[in-house]
């Protein structure tokens, strides 16, 4: 076969790759629309966006570390650490409200930062390094709240402005923006910057990297530093969202996030994956869990199904990495 | 002498071809029963590929293989065992958190019913080592032994296969010391007066007097000779493994400038493989570096481009004292490093032919904080170009390309970056006749534009043909240097042999 053919073919395969995750979303609508109770509603559709808010902030900022060929376990009780923080510095501190939420995300940076020394410097592997922070966070947010479930302002309290800036105005969701906007930073770092370049080299082959001067450790603590950052705002959206952060748990968002990742595509070898990807496979999650429920089928389907998802979604990424490896130029 | 006529294993007429290379080219070789047989030839020469062949792991491509006589066919490492041929590789295959006696027998535990029989395993350990006086005990683990003790194992659990007659070394005294290995070779001796036929392969000129009966001579994947030891000079045998035709003509004298600037000056660089290393690199020359495999050639050059961090030494970059702690560091001082195993250490397998040529100065390719893929894109247009890859898209993955395309994918991301010093790990290793040229061809106008180069090479007619000077080195030590006017093949190679 010439060379053109060869390319084009593999191109066309590409496309189809591309394809796949969206016609699953798509397939999966129609499915629930046609089957589901009620399911074919712009109510439905902003319960399914809404679904997506904090778990959406959690994808983006682990695929950065999940293409270093890293993982994160820890931002599930990251994001609540944080979220209750800024609900102890608000009630229990007094601090203006706009100045405890500043110390959210700067709280979700710290514990990412750490998660970063711990790989890149202390050369802990990350699924260990992660996993210890995962208990240190839920730890520390018990500890700084006295175990105490922190309430953020709602409608109808002081700083309701609280509710409508950050979830909804009216029938406005205006979370959806915030997920718009960190889907829309987090793509342009991952594919446009220097920094989004160095994640897909250090995952693809670390050592090459390496060797190639650049100096993998800052830019592998920067990823987990960025996914911590992304949690710490996520926390932020789960406050608007729920109202209430209750000390010692979070652990489990991590699941569903991760899920969401690798539905998208990402590799866990690291070195390949994008952002439209894991947006893509955090719907595929929000509209499977407002499907089932319209079936009239309990969370505990949901959490059955997301399983059987993920496992779909890794195989068939297995069957497209051995497929592609045989097409040799 | 215990020698008989009874012929172990004979092959005839071996060809093996690998993607671009002619491996093996009508090689034979005879081993009779109760001799050892020394098997030399430099690096490359087909001697481990040979044995490969024996030991079922590569499959020949023509000729025959006979066993006590009968011809053969040996499709994997199963069917050599069952005709009695074990190998001891250089790299001991060893668990280390197991004993001697799973070590010999792992795959072949001694059962009782659904449970492991240790006891009557560790007897059938011990009853082995005793019958072959080696002095070691079964139960012991094998992690804390000596590499001498360790390889001791590596042979017994080779010997432990019922009908074992041939036995493969692939150079057992490389980790030994002196004591160490006149245990070797009289526990060799003894084999050997048992009727074992024992395949010997090393690099080291003074232990073939010592311990071979006969010696083959291979070069450039084919059979030169086969000699009695004792009524031949090793002089000759050098002379035999080193004498092919030169096809490449080497250089007569330097091309560097007389007064050129020193740009690169290591002082006594220590690591735990390289032994106070020093030596300088001129502009605009091209500095090589010969040795054996395992001379600590490639040691050195990870010390000097910080890849691998020195215990003690200095490192001078146009005479000033430069810190390279890391391989950023030493990109920063203008020193590139192109790695023997450019699929480990030289290429993003997954990533694009342009953003594997971009990742050494991705700083140069930025416009604001936004990369410009255009420009990216462009610039590896202008290397597929100049450096010829043949890809059908800069955007294909290097992963899909060939592996003379993938060292010019390695070039032009080190011709990206600028270096003023680029150290060549054996760079044309694995690729056929044509891409070399190309490759010494793009080394030359590189020294042309006013660039230096250290070059690794275990091809002798490389490093003579492409070196204004050659440093030799030998187990980590650097024994010489030579001007390329006073440099022959002979020479290299005698500073090169370990001294035994």
């Known amino acids: 076969m010439s060379e053109q053919s060869l390319q084009i073919q593999s191109a066309k395969k590409v496309d189809l790759q591309k394809l796949l995750a969206p016609a699953v979303l798509v397939v999966m609508y129609i499915f629930f629309a046609i089957f589901g109770k009620n399911f074919f509603s712009t109510y439905t559709l902003k319960t399914i966006l809404e679904s997506a808010y904090y778990t959406g902030l959690m994808s983006f900022g682990i695929t950065f570390v999940i293409i270093t060929g890293g993982i994160d376990l820890s931002i599930g009780t990251n994001l609540m650490c944080s979220a209750v923080m800024g609900g102890v510095a608000y009630s229990m501190w007094g601090w203006p409200l706009w100045l405890a939420l500043c110390l959210v995300p700067l709280t979700g940076l710290l514990f990412g930062f750490l998660n970063g020394i711990l790989v890149a410097k202390a050369k802990l592997p990350p699924f260990i390094a992660t996993l210890g922070m995962m208990l240190v966070t839920q730890g520390f947010g018990s500890i700084i709240s006295r175990v105490q479930t922190q309430r953020y302002p709602t409608i109808g309290t002081e700083n309701e402005w609280f509710k409508t800036v950050f979830y909804r105005s009216g029938s406005f969701p205006t979370g959806a923006l915030y997920l718009l906007a960190a889907f829309l930073i987090a793509a342009f770092v991952l594919s446009k910057t220097k920094f989004g370049r160095y994640v897909y080299a250090i995952g693809s082959n670390e050592e090459a990297t390496r060797l190639s001067g650049v100096r993998v450790d800052k830019y592998k603590i920067m990823a987990y530093a960025i996914c911590g950052l992304f949690c710490g705002f996520g926390a932020i959206l789960f406050a608007s969202t729920y109202t209430t952060a209750t000390p010692g748990t979070g652990n489990g968002f991590e699941t569903y996030a991760i899920a969401a990742v690798i539905i998208g595509g990402t590799s866990m070898a690291g070195g390949s994956g994008n952002m439209v990807g894991t947006l893509i496979g955090i719907f595929i999650m929000a509209v499977l869990k407002a499907g089932l429920s319209s079936l009239g089928l309990q969370a505990h389907w949901q959490t059955f199904f997301t399983g059987v998802v993920v496992i779909g979604a890794v195989l068939m990424d297995n069957f497209r990495v051995r497929a592609a490896q045989k097409v040799k130029v | ?500």
């Open chain 2, 1 to 500: 002498m215990s020698q008989s006529q009874e012929v172990l294993a004979n092959m005839t007429g071996i060809q093996k071809y690998f993607p671009g290379v002619h491996a093996l080219n009508d090689v034979r070789f005879e081993l009779r029963a109760g001799e050892v047989h020394a098997l030399v030839g430099e690096n490359g020469a087909g001697k481990s590929t040979l044995m490969k062949v024996l030991t079922g792991i590569y499959q020949k491509d023509g000729g025959e293989i006979q066993v006590m006589g009968k011809p053969v066919q040996i499709s994997n490492i199963k069917d050599a065992q069952d005709l009695g041929i074990s190998i001891v590789h250089q790299e001991l295959n060893l668990l280390k958190d197991l004993t001697v006696a799973e070590n010999i027998f792992i795959g072949r535990e001694d059962m009782n019913g659904f449970l492991l029989d240790k006891k009557a395993q560790n007897k059938r350990a011990q009853d082995h080592l005793d019958a072959l006086n080696i002095n070691l005990v079964a139960t012991q683990n094998v992690g804390k032994m000596t590499v001498a003790k360790q390889q001791m194992v590596e042979i017994a659990k080779a010997l432990s296969y019922e009908n074992t007659r041939i036995l493969i070394l692939d150079e057992p005294t490389a980790p030994l010391s002196d004591i160490e290995i006149e245990e070797l070779f009289t526990f060799i001796r003894d084999l050997r007066s048992r009727g074992v036929g024992i395949i010997y392969i090393s690099h080291r000129m003074g232990e073939l007097k010592q311990i071979s009966d006969r010696i083959t001579v291979m070069r450039d994947g084919q059979y030169v000779a086969t000699v009695e030891t004792a009524q031949t000079a090793m002089d000759d045998i050098v002379r035999m493994m080193v004498g092919r035709i030169i096809y490449e003509q080497p250089k007569t004298q330097s091309m560097v400038p007389e007064g050129a600037p020193v740009v690169l000056q290591i002082k006594n660089l220590c690591s735990r493989e390289v032994k106070d290393v020093s030596f300088e690199l001129r502009k605009g020359e091209i500095l090589g570096l010969a040795g054996l495999v395992g001379a600590g050639r490639t040691e050195v050059c990870r010390l000097i481009c910080g890849a691998d961090k020195r215990d003690s030494g200095e490192i001078f970059v146009e005479g000033k004292l430069t810190s390279v702690l890391t391989p950023a560091d030493a990109v920063e001082a203008g020193i590139g490093y192109l790695s023997e195993d450019r699929k480990r250490f030289g290429l993003c397998l997954g990533l694009s032919v342009a953003n594997n040529i971009a990742l050494t100065r991705l700083d140069s390719f930025t416009k604001g904080v936004a990369i410009d893929d255009r420009r990216i894109k462009s610039t590896a247009l202008e290397y597929k170009e100049r450096v010829d890859i043949r890809t059908p898209t800069v955007e294909t993955l290097v992963r899909s390309l060939s592996g003379g395309n993938q060292q010019k994918v390695v070039l032009s991301k080190w011709l990206v970056r600028d270096c003023d010093v680029l150290i060549f790990d054996e760079p044309t290793r694995g690729i056929d006749v044509g891409a070399k040229n190309e490759i010494y061809k793009l080394m030359h106008s590189l020294i042309e534009q006013g660039k230096s180069i250290i070059m690794i090479s275990s091809e002798m007619p490389e490093l003579l043909r492409m070196s204004d000077r050659i440093v030799v080195m030998c187990e980590g030590v650097k024994t010489g240097e030579l001007s390329i006017e006073e440099a022959t093949q002979e020479k290299i190679m005698a500073l090169a042999a370990p001294q035994v």
